[in-house]
């Protein structure tokens, strides 16, 4: 099923300039919003940070915590698309690629 | 290495303004258990959803009624509202409690029989009764509630009719200060309706005037306004005794207190805003005890308070059946109830908790039932944990109304289970069927048979 | 004489265009003579600037708001009294007032906090559709008003009312109506916003006056101090405000807050005719935004308020400075990220 998350269906690159921090907040200087994210939120998003591939994350995630590969899917999924509505992924970077 | 719990990741704006999440805890913490019984366990067994009813709690609400209103007034007499929940078993603990019944049509009014309540204990209320209705009330010397003149003319020849003398009581409406105010039901009592009636029914001299009842409204959150109405009906009372010298044996003020629910477009909880038992019985008492009464005469009070009485012994437990992303990003969660059974949705925000452990992470939630109505919402809006498909919910607050205006559309009605005062659960109405449905339905021949 | 160490919690942290009233309550603790004060924010939002004036507030939290009920409330203060050893907690705001009264008991017995709050029937009576019959109880003047419930009752008003009159809405905002039509246009507008009734009220010609005052809840008038707004911002709040000698309306506040034997701090809103005469607009149940002016005048409300909070009986002000001023300016702190970021997830800065 992993394979859905094609390149053609969204980018995944994150804002260059975007601020993390340790207690999961967020902070887009482009727009000036802020976020709260919990602890697998902000392991995902320091994972695009790093530019981790898919595969990488999937795995990582896999093996930390007691999920199974089509819910992790379904709620990756659901959260890079929240990350896309919230312009952390951004949509100009989506262009350029 | 053991892995850790995985929760679904998510992400939230920080709005000023809008909820912040700190001590709301209280407010989503897990509920995984009702009277010491585990919901796991409930839904295993009953099935999902399922309402539960709390006899401990009725216990506990009915004592906390008679206390607040016995310790101010000397005589007080309850009657169930069957409306508000007629389940047999629901009914019968009212009645153990020494409850009488209070019914608004000939059905209700079978039922109640049917529970053993003596006919003399049984108040039948509504616009509505028919001459069978009305024939078998009067020969059970039931506390018919006259709600218009039509009725009362008819009560009068059912009278002549079974050569006995009815006992009556005629609804009065009023302004007691509140809006908008009910005078649909009963004779007025500002434009002197209420008197007309009183005279006629005495000197016509066919029936008996025991009783004023007054219901001024529902969820009222006004004690001062039950205050109002019981110095009026006192007031006819009094009159009453002066022009005919006859004693009116009952005052009835209905029913209309608040339970702890938290109405739609309410700022505060409705756990903080509701009047108290206290805060109604003080109004009521305080006017009644200021009437013009002698002692002898303190006419019997009677109160047929339903919501109050069960909302908070009722709960329906939930499953979730998925999780969807809306085009707003708003985060909706899909659940196995909703308005068909749980029809106080239209106009409470209801309690819902998890029932099983979270994190503190919370995400703000549309809540939806699961038929394909678009009305088919149970919560507008409202932070919970991140809720995954199979996980449990808890509706707190449910037990009036639900169970008798609830509607087989779409989904059939699931089980009521009791918990008794010594924790053990007894399915009190088992779930509907197809053959509960196809056992009323009739097939006309030429239509029993079709080739597709 | 050394000051004594107490911790005091402060809601209405909000000290923006339409300031709260927490940042000058807290002010007047600090110039307290008698305590040295450790305050605690208490706040409802993340950019209430009160959280970010360090040289003020010690230490903040977030609370819920007030709609998430008592026991999330209770919940909260039982954390943040197990870090901070609260004393007296101020509550500030209306919207809150409810809960803090229904848990006064609670937080005395459980935490031993204090608080000075009026009774749960001072706050209702003192509600604005209650205010004629608060009026008559207290033999205080209130305009003719009368509650309505449908325009059909626009056309008899002249029964009752001569125009102008002001049509209010249940909760707030108030317009000035010159005919029956307005007051339909009104009655729309406000029932649609905050619902019904809609409260209809004679329209009085004068200036407005207003007064701090403080009662012991015993029917001893702690103190008062009138005031006359100078200028006005366009949502109707003070900017600027001078102490009055006014003997009449300082007669009329006492009088008021001995016959309703008041519990704490408030703030009355009167209108004076041209005639001399002092009708009262409007009660609000806590110190208003320009409590410091009092302080300013020689009394110390909030310090007396702390005093009476913990038990301590307190001798009614006799004197305050006629003709002080107080001028209100906005200001813009700068502040950096990480303490927006701590108060938003943490919940504590």
């Not at chain 2, 016995?70 to 409690?97: D, I």
């Not at chain 2, 899909?334 to 995400?363: C, M, R």
């Not at chain 3, 409802?44 to 609370?63: A, F, I, N, R």
Request: hydrophobic share 40%; net charge neutral; with cysteine.
């Amino acid at each position: 099923m992993w394979h859905l998350f094609t390149k053609s269906f969204f980018n995944m690159k994150i804002r260059k300039n975007i601020a993390v921090s340790d207690s999961g907040f967020i902070f887009n200087p482009s727009t000036g919003d802020s976020f709260s994210t919990n602890p697998i939120g902000l392991e995902i998003i320091q994972m695009l940070k790093e530019e981790k591939s898919k595969e990488e994350m999937r795995k990582t995630i896999l093996q930390k915590y007691q999920v199974d590969e089509a819910t992790f899917e379904k709620d990756f999924y659901d959260f890079v698309s929240m990350l896309h509505q919230t312009q952390i992924i951004s949509q100009d970077e989506e262009k350029k690629n | 290495m053991s892995k850790l719990p995985y929760e679904r990741p998510v992400i939230q704006r920080l709005n000023t303004g809008s909820m912040n999440k700190f001590g709301t805890r209280t407010e989503y913490a897990p509920v995984t258990h009702i009277e010491n019984v585990s919901v796991k366990s409930l839904i295993s067994e009953f099935g999902s959803p399922l309402f539960v009813i709390s006899e401990n709690k009725i216990r506990q609400l009915y004592s906390d009624v008679t206390r607040a209103f016995k310790t101010r007034y000397p005589r007080v007499q309850f009657a169930w509202s069957y409306k508000t929940n007629y389940m047999n078993a629901v009914c019968n603990v009212f009645h153990q409690l020494g409850s009488w019944a209070e019914v608004v049509s000939g059905f209700e009014y079978n039922k109640a029989l049917k529970n053993g309540v003596p006919g003399s204990k049984i108040i039948f209320n509504g616009p509505d009764k028919t001459d069978d209705e009305l024939t078998l009330a009067i020969r059970n010397d039931s506390l018919i509630h006259i709600d218009h003149l039509d009725e009362l003319y008819r009560i009068i020849e059912l009278a002549v009719e079974l050569k006995k003398r009815p006992k009556v009581a005629i609804r009065v409406n009023m302004d007691v200060g509140i809006y908008p105010m009910w005078d649909r039901f009963g004779f007025n009592y500002e434009n002197g309706q209420a008197w007309d009636a009183i005279n006629k029914i005495i000197l016509t001299d066919k029936i008996d005037l025991v009783g004023l009842h007054a219901h001024i409204g529902t969820f009222m959150l006004s004690p001062q306004a039950y205050g109002v109405a019981a110095s009026k009906l006192a007031d006819l009372a009094y009159h009453t005794k002066i022009k005919f010298e006859k004693n009116i044996e009952y005052i009835d003020l209905g029913g209309g207190f608040a339970s702890k629910n938290t109405l739609k477009g309410s700022y505060l909880k409705g756990s903080d805003s509701s009047p108290s038992f206290d805060d109604y019985a003080e109004a009521i008492s305080t006017a009644l005890l200021n009437a013009e009464y002698t002692k002898e005469h303190m006419p019997l009070l009677i109160l047929e308070s339903g919501r109050a009485l069960i909302d908070e012994a009722g709960f329906l437990l939930g499953t979730v059946i998925a999780n969807k992303r809306l085009s707003d990003g708003r985060r909706s969660t899909i659940l196995d109830f909703g308005v068909n059974i749980l029809f106080t949705a239209f106009w409470y925000d209801h309690k819902i908790s998890p029932a099983q452990d979270f994190s503190h992470y919370t995400e703000d939630t549309v809540l939806y039932g699961p038929l394909c109505m678009n009305i088919d919402v149970v919560r507008e809006n409202v932070t919970l944990p991140p809720m995954k498909k199979g996980d449990q919910v808890v509706v707190h607050t449910v037990g009036a109304y639900n169970m008798t205006q609830w509607m087989q559309f779409i989904s059939l009605r699931p089980n009521i289970v009791l918990i008794d005062t010594n924790g053990k659960t007894h399915l009190i109405r088992a779930k509907e069927s197809l053959d509960t449905l196809n056992s009323q339905e009739r097939m006309p021949a030429h239509l029993s048979s079709f080739k597709l | 004489m050394k000051k004594r160490k107490i911790n005091i919690a402060v809601t209405g942290l909000n000290n923006i265009d339409s300031p709260g009233p927490g940042i000058p309550v807290i002010r007047a603790l600090r110039d307290s003579k008698k305590f040295d004060v450790r305050i605690i924010g208490l706040s409802y939002e993340t950019l209430e600037p009160g959280l970010y004036m360090h040289d003020l507030v010690d230490k903040s939290y977030q609370v819920p708001f007030p709609s998430a009920g008592t026991e999330a409330l209770l919940e909260r203060l039982r954390y943040i009294h197990s870090v901070e050893k609260i004393d007296v907690i101020i509550p500030n705001f209306d919207a809150e007032l409810q809960n803090f009264i229904k848990l006064e008991e609670t937080l005395k017995k459980e935490m031993g906090i204090s608080m000075f709050l009026p009774t749960h029937d001072q706050f209702e009576e003192r509600h604005k559709a209650n205010l004629m019959e608060f009026g008559k109880q207290h033999g205080i003047q209130v305009p003719f008003g009368k509650m309505i419930f449908s325009t059909a009752e626009i056309p008899s008003l002249t029964k009752d009312f001569t125009y102008p009159v002001v049509v209010k809405g249940k909760y707030y905002d108030a317009s000035v109506a010159y005919n029956p039509e307005q007051v339909a246009t009104y009655f729309n507008k406000l029932s649609a916003k905050w619902g019904l009734p809609i409260i209809i009220q004679q329209y009085v010609f004068g200036s407005e006056v207003n007064v701090t005052a403080i009662g012991d809840g015993k029917g001893n008038a702690i103190g008062a101090v009138p005031m006359r707004k100078q200028y006005i911002t366009d949502k109707g709040k003070a900017w600027a405000g001078i102490s009055l000698d006014d003997e009449k309306l300082v007669s009329i506040a006492n009088k008021l807050l001995a016959s309703s034997k008041w519990r704490g701090g408030m703030e009355l809103e009167f209108i004076k005719s041209a005639a001399g005469e002092y009708f009262l607009l409007e009660i609000n149940p806590r110190f208003p935004a320009w409590v410091y002016l009092a302080v300013g005048c020689g009394q110390n409300h909030p310090e007396a308020l702390v005093l009476m909070a913990l038990g301590e009986k307190v001798k009614p002000f006799k004197e305050y400075e006629k003709g002080k001023l107080f001028v209100r300016y906005s200001y813009d702190l700068i502040v950096d990220l990480k303490e927006f970021e701590t108060i938003s997830t943490l919940g504590e800065l």
